[in-house]
Structures are given as structure tokens and as C-alpha cells.
């Protein structure tokens, strides 16, 4: 069985500040953005580079809020639906009426999921188009793909399962794997391992960092960054 490492020196935050600094990271994919700030490890990125993406988000209301964000970026592309291998429609399940906004994500393709929530009658399901994740590549006319990004409550081993490693050989890839099972879990770990990824184990994610990726320059500005970072966390701790 493949292990992923548990590392708390290792941080996807650091890892994009280091890989764009080198200026590794230009072309990206998001499988669900969301609104493209709640949550999202990117925003403090995309909002200062300019960095091409491909946003995928089956909540129309929500992709929206993420294009007025952006609305004067015109190398960002948006679709407003989901991935899937084999369906042009699929269901989507949401909550009717959200507590707090933070339940806005709570969006799935698979109606397990929310199965306490379904329970008290509080699903909304409705159908999104949806379409496999390298034809939304292809629409897209990108060659290149350095960063993989992806939450899907869920369904984020079946996203990466449409990858086309072969083709695209992203420099990170992040997903969420805490609603995975066992097998799918262990099958995603395998999946990156056989496509040269290490991968390290998070809270709720995994982070997976191309091997021949890993090199001195990089070594060295990711320590520098993670230092300064840690120095100016206490900074403030002494402060406050």
C-alpha cells in the first residue's frame, strides 16, 4: 500500500509561493471554484498574478461571483458545470437553505454526501450540464497545465482519474480526499505515485509535488520563504 508523508514543514501555500517566484506556475485548472475566495488556496495568487486558468464551477450563481472578481481578466476561462466521464447531465445536490455561507460549497454529484442533511429534507438537487475533464482541456486550447486544483466533496479521485498525465504533467496537484473511501484514497496515492508525484498528507488534502520538480533553487527559496514566514508570525504574536 502506498503511504502518503505527513509533513508540517511542507505547506501548499508556501509550495505556490515558491513555484511562483520561480516562475513555474502560468497555466492552471480549478475543479470546483467555487465563489473563488471561501476556501480557496488559490485566491491569494490569482489576485496578484496573472496566471491563465480554467475555472470549473457547477454553481452558476456562485462561478459568477467569481467572474465579477475577475471581470477585467481575460485570460481566465469559466464553466459553469460539472466533470464527469460518461454524462452530459448529472444531478447536484446542495443545501435548500444554508446555515452560514460557508454551506454554499456543500455541492456534490453524488447524493451519499449529504445523506444526514437529506435525512431532514434540507436537499436541493437540480441538473448542471456536465462534461470529462479533458474536453473542458480542449475547449480550452491549453498546452500546458502547471497546477491541478480540485474539491469536489467527493468525487475528487473520479476528476483524477480523467487527467491525461501523459499529456499535461502539472508541477502540484491538490485535492481533497477526507470524503474519499478507503480505496479510492489509497487508488488516488497509486495513481500519482505511478505518475512520478509525491505526495504529503494534509488535514483535509492531499498535495502532490512532481518529483523532477524538486531541486536546489527550489529547496532553497522554499526554506527562505517558509523562515520569513514563520519570523513575521511570531513578530505579530509578540505584537499582539
Same mark, same amino acid.
Given at each position: 500500500m502506498i503511504k502518503s508523508t505527513q509533513n508540517n514543514l511542507i505547506t501548499f501555500h508556501y509550495l505556490l509561493k515558491t513555484f511562483n517566484h520561480l516562475k513555474m506556475i502560468n497555466f492552471f485548472i480549478q475543479v470546483g471554484a467555487h465563489d473563488g475566495i471561501m476556501h480557496d488556496p488559490l485566491y491569494p495568487f490569482l489576485s496578484k498574478n496573472e496566471w491563465n486558468g480554467i475555472l470549473i464551477e457547477p454553481q452558476k450563481n456562485m462561478l459568477n461571483k467569481f467572474q465579477d472578481r475577475y471581470k477585467n481578466r481575460k485570460n481566465l476561462l469559466y464553466y459553469a458545470f460539472?466533470?464527469? /466521464?460518461? =454524462?452530459?447531465?448529472? +444531478?447536484? =445536490?446542495?443545501?435548500?437553505t444554508p446555515r452560514n455561507y460557508s454551506q454554499t460549497g456543500w455541492a456534490t454529484i453524488l447524493s451519499d454526501k449529504l445523506s444526514n442533511e437529506k435525512k431532514k429534507n434540507k436537499i436541493e438537487t437540480y441538473l448542471v450540464r456536465a462534461m470529462p475533464l479533458m474536453k473542458v482541456v480542449e475547449k480550452s486550447k491549453f498546452k500546458i497545465i502547471d497546477l491541478l486544483q480540485i474539491d469536489t466533496e467527493g468525487f475528487d479521485y473520479e476528476v483524477l482519474?480523467?487527467?491525461?498525465?501523459? &499529456?499535461?504533467? /502539472?508541477? &502540484?496537484?491538490?485535492? *481533497?480526499?477526507?470524503?474519499?473511501? +478507503? *480505496?479510492?484514497? *489509497?487508488?488516488?496515492?497509486? &495513481?500519482l505515485s505511478k505518475n512520478g508525484y509525491i505526495t504529503i498528507k494534509k488535514k483535509n488534502d492531499i498535495i502532490a509535488i512532481k518529483k523532477n520538480r524538486i531541486n536546489t533553487a527550489?529547496?532553497?527559496?522554499?526554506? &527562505?520563504?517558509?523562515? +520569513?514566514?514563520?519570523?513575521?508570525?511570531?513578530i505579530r504574536l509578540n505584537y499582539n
Open positions: 460539472a466533470v464527469h /466521464p460518461n =454524462y452530459s447531465k448529472v +444531478k447536484l =445536490y446542495t443545501i435548500k482519474k480523467m487527467f491525461d498525465f501523459q &499529456l499535461f504533467k /502539472p508541477i &502540484l496537484v491538490q485535492f *481533497e480526499y477526507i470524503h474519499l473511501s +478507503k *480505496e479510492d484514497y *489509497e487508488n488516488s496515492l497509486r &495513481l527550489f529547496i532553497f527559496y522554499y526554506l &527562505l520563504f517558509r523562515i +520569513k514566514g514563520s519570523i513575521k508570525s511570531r
